[in-house]
């Protein structure tokens, strides 16, 4: 039964004063109301379900929200079929199937209403309504917040969905609203959603947050368009748009998003101006699909909070970024597949963990007077078909500043690389490209790299004060011409070089003598006039290395095999072929840099090597921080051992078992590559435990099938141990006084062999303990013999640990 009553006032003449009153019911006042009376509802809960059909007032007392209450047991509470004013209710809905406010007709007023219910949808408008709600609050964990369709629209102001089960605003079926000044907060679905041809939303000022799914999700030839309003906290994407979606966001905030920040794609199309995207998990603006593009103009994508690019074109999609900040990022630009392109012109890309912009799988990418500073790689064109131009645009503090690898064929044109920390352009792996006009200022390594088989083409290119060089090319250069350097790099002896020099047409290193290919300094030259040893004095040398006597046979039948090899070569004979590269097994301390170091030079003394020397490196000079450096290192390593050999040190750790998203496959990867595009330049050795190497070689086929042989080197016993300690001995012009080299076996025989124990090295390191303390007995007798400063006791070796 209703609580209260409901007055009824007449604004009409007089002949209607009969209907002024109270009512016990609101059916009972609506019956006897006419257009433009007003019906006063006392406090209560009313359990009826109301339809306006006239163009009445129907408040509640004003300032008491939430005293009147209209709360039927089911159906609609409140219908609103004509131009009425409702204001200062309580609706209350139970029924799953129906709305708690319904308005289809007219261009009613509704106004500081508080919609609490578990309904299908809080306030619904459909058909021909045109309402304005202002200072409304729905709550509606049931269902939909506020649901617009089948062509209705409407201005809702100052308006609050605080929770929905649902979307908080749904948008559909033709309908277009315009919301001022709205808040949409808690619900389960979209924030704001728009779906289906002619349906449109314009958004002002509106804030969108702690939302479950998208904050705003426009579908299926929808549009919309947000002024200055907020997207934040959801749980899914900020932003999307799917199938034919038109959006456009102006002076908007998109941010603290887990996922993509903006999503788009199956030929939606996007307009962002002025407006910030920024703390993303994803991506901060993710474009997919042919016809799917978006034009972003003076807005700012920064502060990533996860490991992705800030903007990602793929598939088929367009990016255009005019006038735009990108910083504070793991990668600035990805732009991938046959068909993407991103146009980006007068921006700024700052403070990239990675690259700047990436472009691959045939995609194209143009920049036109952008600044790029403080990122890794500033651009990085991947593979054949990708391309594209840069133009006008200057990269400050990089680590490298152009890559261009596989195929890719980029223009570069009056670009400036300034200070990288590696090089400023480098092609490698048969990249392309055109650099017209670039200049390198400042590098940490050379200017230009380019190594061989990359058919890239340079006019009017200039380096000053590259720490390496100002252009480094492979045999099969590029075509230069009309480049020049500041670099001097002449040969000693050569006369004093003029300040400037122009290379046109070399192949060779231009920044020492133009146009000629400069002749490769050894990395360790011995004294003038020596002589290279023969490969019996290198075996002799083997020889006499204290054990290793399984090295010393594999050795030696590898060297008996390259050189009758030789010999029938000579002979007109086909020769085996003998594969050269080698793995190393053992314990730290067993001779591998040793046996390395002599296998190269008898290697050199067959001819089978330029050289010989010895290039020593491991992880740390390999693998490199950040996308593309990983790659210049290893190039830049295998360079060096050009001639002679690459020893790579506890080669397993370019393969952790937990290897995530670790680059040491990269170093794998160009290592694979360049020893077989250059069989015969360079002897690779991977070398390090033995476990860990049989692991690395079993997860890396690649690898494996480029190595003739693994060589094993075993422990030291003590009695071998003690005889390096004699040589020791021998060579500092020490002995061993009586006693001490059986101190010295049983020392060597209780010495822990952990993991720390160092083989050779122990023995090393337990005569250099024994030298130490033989200092410190004698140096305190008043008048020391030859012997006294000769003899080792065994006194004086070291504890044990």
């Given at each position: 039964?209703?609580?209260?009553?409901?007055?009824?006032?007449?604004?009409?003449?007089?002949?209607?004063?009969?209907?002024?009153?109270?009512?016990?019911?609101?059916?009972?006042?609506?019956?006897?109301?006419?257009?433009?009376?007003?019906?006063?509802?006392?406090?209560?809960?009313?359990?009826?379900?109301?339809?306006?059909?006239?163009?009445?007032?129907?408040r509640g007392p004003e300032g008491s929200a939430g005293s009147v209450r209209i709360a039927p047991l089911d159906g609609v509470p409140l219908t609103v079929r004509a131009s009425a004013t409702v204001q200062d209710l309580q609706l209350e809905g139970q029924d799953a199937a129906a709305p708690a406010l319904l308005i289809e007709d007219g261009a009613p007023e509704l106004c500081d209403l508080r919609v609490v219910t578990r309904s299908a949808v809080?306030?619904?408008?459909?058909?021909?309504?045109?309402?304005?709600?202002?200072?409304?609050?729905?709550?509606?964990?049931?269902?939909?917040?506020?649901?617009?369709?089948?062509?209705?629209?409407?201005?809702?102001?100052?308006?609050?969905?605080?929770?929905?089960?649902?979307?908080?605003?749904?948008?559909?079926?033709?309908?277009?609203?315009?919301?001022?000044?709205?808040?949409v907060h808690h619900a389960s679905g979209a924030g704001l959603s728009v779906t289906g041809e002619g349906s449109g939303l314009e958004a002002l000022g509106c804030e969108v947050y702690e939302i479950k799914g998208a904050?705003?999700?426009?579908?299926?030839?929808?549009?919309?368009?947000?002024?200055?309003?907020?997207?934040?906290?959801?749980?899914?994407?900020?932003?999307?748009?799917?199938?034919?979606?038109?959006?456009?966001?102006?002076?908007?905030?998109?941010?603290?998003?887990?996922?993509?920040?903006?999503?788009?794609?199956?030929?939606?199309?996007?307009?962002?101006?002025?407006?910030?995207?920024?703390?993303?998990?994803?991506n901060g603006l993710s474009v997919w699909d042919p016809g799917t593009r978006v034009d972003a103009n003076q807005c700012e994508i920064h502060d990533s909070t996860g490991d992705y690019p800030a903007v990602w074109v793929s598939d088929g999609a367009t990016a255009v970024l005019e006038a735009c900040r990108v910083h504070d990022v793991p990668d600035a630009l990805f732009v991938l597949d046959r068909g993407s392109r991103a146009d980006v012109v007068d921006s700024d890309i700052s403070q990239v963990r990675n690259t700047a912009v990436s472009v691959s799988d045939g995609a194209t990418a143009q920049l036109d007077d952008c600044r790029i500073r403080e990122v890794s790689t500033g651009a990085w064109f991947r593979d054949h078909g990708s391309g594209g131009t840069l133009a006008n645009c200057t990269i400050d503090a990089a680590q490298t500043g152009v890559i261009v690898t596989k195929g890719a064929d980029p223009r570069i044109e009056r670009c400036t690389v300034t200070a990288p920390a590696e090089a400023g352009f480098y092609v490698s792996a048969e990249g392309r490209g055109t650099f017209h006009g670039c200049r390198v200022t400042g590098s940490g390594g050379y200017g230009?790299?380019?190594?061989?088989?990359?058919?890239?083409?340079?006019?009017?290119?200039?380096?000053?004060?590259?720490?390496?060089?100002?252009?480094?090319?492979?045999?099969?250069?590029?075509?230069?011409?009309?480049?020049?350097?500041?670099?001097?790099?002449?040969?000693?002896?050569?006369?004093?070089?003029?300040?400037?020099?122009?290379?046109?047409?070399?192949?060779?290193?231009l920044s020492t003598v133009p146009g000629q290919r400069p002749t490769e300094a050894p990395a360790a030259p011995g004294p003038v006039g020596e002589a290279a040893r023969s490969s019996q004095d290198v075996l002799g040398e083997l020889d006499a290395l204290?054990?290793?006597?399984?090295?010393?046979?594999?050795?030696?039948?590898?060297?008996?095999?390259?050189?009758?090899?030789?010999?029938?070569?000579?002979?007109?004979?086909?020769?085996?072929?003998?594969?050269?590269?080698?793995?190393?097994?053992?314990?730290?301390?067993?001779?591998?840099?040793?046996?390395a170091r002599l296998y190269g030079e008898i290697l050199a003394s067959l001819g089978v090597l330029e050289r010989g020397h010895l290039v020593e490196v491991s992880r740390v000079d390999l693998v490199g921080e950040h996308i593309g450096s990983t790659a210049i290192r290893t190039q830049e390593a295998f360079d060096r051992a050009r001639g002679g050999v690459l020893f790579i040190d506890e080669a397993y750790a370019l393969s952790p078992e937990d290897s995530g998203r670790d680059f040491g496959r990269e170093a794998i990867d160009t290592l694979v590559k360049l020893m077989e595009d250059h069989r015969e330049a360079v002897v690779v050795i991977v070398a390090g435990y033995t476990a860990e190497m049989e692991r690395f070689l079993r997860v890396n086929p690649g690898v494996a099938s480029r190595f003739s042989r693994t060589i094993t080197f075993s422990d030291y016993d003590p009695d071998e141990l003690l005889r390096i300690v004699e040589q020791q001995a021998e060579e500092h012009e020490y002995r061993l006084g009586g006693g001490t080299a059986e101190a010295l076996l049983k020392y060597f025989t209780a010495l822990p062999k952990g993991p720390a124990f160092g083989n050779g090295r122990t023995a090393r390191q337990t005569f250099e303990s024994m030298v130490e303390r033989h200092a410190g007995r004698v140096a305190q007798f008043a008048d020391a013999s030859p012997d006294d400063l000769s003899l080792l006791y065994a006194d004086d070796l070291p504890e044990l640990p």
């Open positions: 039964m209703a609580q209260g009553t409901v007055q009824v006032t007449h604004t009409g003449t007089s002949r209607w004063r009969r209907r002024t009153g109270e009512y016990a019911s609101l059916a009972a006042a609506l019956e006897a109301a006419a257009d433009g009376d007003v019906l006063t509802v006392a406090p209560g809960t009313y359990r009826e379900n109301l339809v306006l059909r006239r163009a009445v007032t129907l809080g306030i619904e408008v459909r058909g021909a309504a045109r309402p304005t709600v202002r200072r409304c609050t729905v709550d509606n964990p049931g269902g939909v917040g506020i649901g617009v369709l089948d062509g209705a629209g409407g201005l809702f102001e100052e308006c609050e969905v605080v929770a929905a089960g649902q979307s908080g605003v749904s948008v559909r079926a033709g309908a277009h609203p315009r919301l001022e000044r709205c808040r904050g705003v999700q426009i579908a299926a030839r929808a549009t919309a368009h947000l002024t200055d309003c907020t997207v934040h906290r959801t749980s899914a994407d900020g932003v999307t748009l799917d199938t034919d979606a038109v959006l456009t966001l102006a002076d908007c905030d998109i941010h603290d998003i887990p996922e993509n920040a903006v999503d788009l794609r199956s030929r939606s199309v996007l307009t962002l101006t002025r407006s910030a995207v920024r703390s993303f998990g994803r230009f790299h380019v190594v061989d088989g990359c058919r890239t083409t340079l006019t009017r290119c200039r380096t000053e004060r590259c720490a390496r060089g100002g252009y480094e090319f492979g045999e099969d250069g590029p075509v230069s011409e009309d480049c020049t350097s500041d670099e001097s790099g002449v040969r000693p002896g050569s006369p004093e070089p003029p300040a400037v020099q122009t290379a046109t047409q070399t192949m060779g290193l204290v054990g290793l006597e399984s090295v010393k046979r594999e050795v030696r039948a590898l060297t008996d095999m390259i050189e009758v090899g030789r010999k029938r070569q000579r002979a007109g004979l086909k020769a085996a072929s003998v594969r050269r590269h080698l793995v190393f097994t053992g314990s730290p301390g067993t001779g591998k840099t040793t046996v």
